[in-house]
């Protein structure tokens, strides 16, 4: 089936180590997003690419990194410079062409201890 | 940047009643969408609408561009229509969104 894969779903780390998020995507799609998302909260742009090789930092970049080396594939590290890591992490994609839409996946909860 | 506020931040109604809900945006966009976000988290893809009316079941939505605003309809509403519904727009590669819409619907 076609889709935006989050993995893992549920995701518990100590204090000041890194963790990588995984987002793949079989849809074809040239751009990908991460977003955090807090209880009670919109959706803030983390990182977004739009095609390979390139991203640009969304509105609360800082304390992330990302690669885009693969089309399919747009990995989030949550690095321990990451303030408040504990929070619900979605990735989306679409194509780059006007007048489309972009799909989510599941997601992904981090639990910092 | 671009702002996209939604109202109500808000709403509660007893199931049959039916309800709107408003995104404003404050510049001109590329694309827009309507989401509602299930309890389990996962947002699920309602409306791709830039631009006109469309309808699915009693669901319906209204875009405005030249006013910079998008309505959502929900007809008839059911417990399961409960969540989030989020609006988001693109401008620039970038797909923003709005604060929410927390829909409650009572039996």
């Known amino acids: 089936d076609g889709g935006i894969t989050q993995s893992p779903k549920y995701l518990f780390r100590k204090e000041g180590q890194n963790v990588t998020l995984s987002c793949e995507q079989n849809?074809?799609?040239?751009?990908m997003y991460w977003y955090r998302q807090d209880p009670g909260q919109g959706l803030r742009l983390i990182y977004y690419?739009?095609?390979?090789?390139?991203?640009q930092k969304g509105d609360i970049a800082e304390g992330y990194s990302v690669s885009r080396e693969k089309k399919e594939s747009f990995p989030l590290t949550v690095t321990s410079a990451q303030k408040n890591p504990t929070a619900f992490y979605l990735c989306a994609s679409r194509t780059r062409a006007r007048n489309t839409e972009a799909f989510f996946g599941q997601g992904t909860r981090l639990t910092v201890v | 940047g671009i702002q996209v506020e939604q109202s109500p931040p808000d709403l509660i109604l007893q199931e049959g009643a039916n309800s709107t809900l408003r995104c404003n945006f404050s510049?001109?966009?590329?694309?827009l969408q309507w989401f509602h976000q299930n309890p389990w988290g996962q947002l699920i893809n309602l409306f791709y609408?830039?631009?006109g009316t469309k309808q699915n079941g009693r669901l319906s939505a209204t875009t405005v561009a030249t006013e910079r605003y998008s309505l959502l309809y929900i007809s008839s509403s059911q417990t399961t229509d409960s969540g989030v519904y989020f609006c988001a727009v693109e401008r620039g590669g970038k797909l923003i969104f709005g604060q929410g819409t927390e829909l409650s619907v009572k039996p």
């Open positions: 510049d001109s966009v590329n694309n």
């Open positions: 849809l074809n799609h040239d751009a």
């Open positions: 690419s739009q095609i390979v090789n390139d991203f």
């Open positions: 609408i830039p631009s």
